[in-house]
């Protein structure tokens, strides 16, 4: 094992998609992670739990994911970058807490490794059924960011982008990983860490006498300050005005609320990342992500075979959803097919943003498994006659 001074792994490693998503989590400075262990989720933090002591940071493992989606919390307003690991029934119950996270601009990372659904499912097998959920769990308007890994590496490079997103915009950021891309080892090559970009938190330079925890400078996100520095301020859940104070007025509302979803709508541009191949002249666009965007290769693969103009828009940022490119790619591509491990979901906002410019075919999986190639392959076919 090398590590740097730090302690943190460099190098050429072996590793799955969880052990590479603790380590991306490291990397990125996190030193707190609280959770209640569920597959195929947990071995995350049991690897968090052995390598977080030697670099001076704490596991908790809670009573229930409740208590593990507001104890991280804590963490960060003490000064930490924190994060919770969990799976389809945990992340069901952190949604109070997600949409407290938003509410009080508190950055964070929940992980949700998903699996079979709904209630307890398929402990063991993935699904991707969990998307919505991740934009629209908690009640309230509010925006959130969400990453999608396709492999160990991804769930290395992601954790780190999605600690990078949380800080940048104060928000409770969402890896959407599943089983399967949690648990298959591939080779992840972890740099040196004067290579790797890490985004520091929002602390104020401001005296206590001058400092306001919710008044922002012009990018709609606000400066934080952290316990036990002598700076006064209210944390809650109420709509609150720039000291923190409880203001429930329709005014207050509105210039809050706004603001928690234009910070994001506003950098969707830079926030929402995707792969694409071979799309420009496309007849037919593969719309996919996780695990099924590498089963969707194969079938792209044997479209091409055949002579089919196909290009591939793989999803890496599923929330903010990219909708500028899929309506510049919508007025010039006949159809779009979208494969994912559900009945449909995000196949809704390509729908949505093709407009009936273009056709959309689901390829919809109940979960459990993978797509097979030839299904997706058929999709495209039908699209492109």
């Known amino acids: 094992m090398h590590a740097d001074p730090r302690g943190v792994l460099t190098g050429v490693h072996f590793l799955d998609g969880d052990h590479a998503c603790c380590e991306g989590a490291l990397t990125a400075g996190a030193r707190f992670a609280s959770g209640y262990p569920i597959t195929p989720s947990t071995e995350v933090v049991e690897r968090f739990a052995a390598r977080v002591p030697t670099l001076g940071g704490i596991f908790i493992q809670m009573e229930d994911e409740l208590a593990a989606s507001i104890a991280l919390q804590g963490a960060v307003w003490g000064g930490a970058k924190a994060?919770?690991?969990?799976?389809?029934?945990?992340?069901?119950?952190?949604?109070?807490?997600?949409?407290?996270?938003?509410?009080?601009?508190?950055?964070?990372?929940?992980?949700?490794?998903?699996?079979?659904?709904?209630?307890?499912?398929?402990?063991?097998l993935p699904a991707q059924a969990d998307m919505m959920q991740a934009r629209w769990g908690s009640h309230g308007d509010y925006g959130i960011i969400a990453l999608c890994p396709n492999s160990p590496q991804e769930c290395f490079d992601l954790t780190i982008q999605a600690f990078n997103f949380a800080e940048q915009f104060r928000v409770p950021v969402m890896l959407m990983m599943d089983e399967v891309v949690g648990h298959m080892t591939e080779k992840v090559v972890i740099p040196p860490a004067e290579q790797i970009e890490i985004f520091p938190r929002r602390h104020t330079s401001k005296p206590p006498a001058d400092y306001l925890p919710y008044e922002t400078n012009g990018d709609m996100v606000p400066e934080m300050a952290h316990?036990?520095?002598?700076?006064?301020?209210?944390?809650?859940?109420?709509?609150?005005?720039?000291?923190?104070?409880?203001?429930?007025?329709?005014?207050?509302q509105d210039k809050l609320v706004r603001r928690l979803q234009q910070k994001i709508e506003r950098a969707a541009d830079e926030i929402a990342l995707y792969e694409e191949e071979k799309v420009d002249d496309a007849e037919v666009v593969v719309v996919s992500y996780g695990i099924t965007s590498r089963v969707a290769q194969r079938a792209i693969e044997l479209a091409r075979a055949q002579g089919r103009r196909v290009g591939k828009f793989r999803?890496?940022?599923?929330?903010?959803?990219?909708?500028?490119?899929?309506?510049?790619?919508?007025?010039?591509?006949?159809?779009?097919?979208?494969?994912?491990?559900?009945?449909?979901?995000?196949?809704?906002?390509?729908?949505?943003?093709?407009?009936?410019?273009?056709?959309?075919?689901?390829?919809?999986h109940a979960g459990g498994g993978v797509h097979r190639p030839e299904d997706i392959l058929q999709a495209i076919l039908e699209a492109a006659s």
Request: proline letters at 8%.
């Open 315 to 364: 999803l890496i940022t599923a929330w903010p959803f990219p909708e500028h490119r899929i309506r510049q790619l919508a007025q010039r591509t006949k159809a779009f097919v979208v494969p994912e491990l559900n009945l449909g979901q995000m196949v809704r906002e390509v729908e949505r943003l093709a407009g009936g410019l273009s056709r959309v075919l689901p390829v919809s």
């Open 227 to 252: 316990a036990g520095e002598g700076y006064k301020f209210h944390i809650t859940g109420l709509t609150h005005d720039e000291r923190g104070y409880p203001v429930m007025t329709v005014p207050a």
């Open 83 to 124: 994060f919770t690991v969990t799976s389809g029934p945990g992340f069901s119950l952190m949604m109070e807490h997600i949409g407290y996270a938003a509410m009080t601009e508190t950055p964070c990372v929940f992980v949700n490794v998903q699996r079979g659904g709904p209630s307890t499912g398929l402990p063991t």
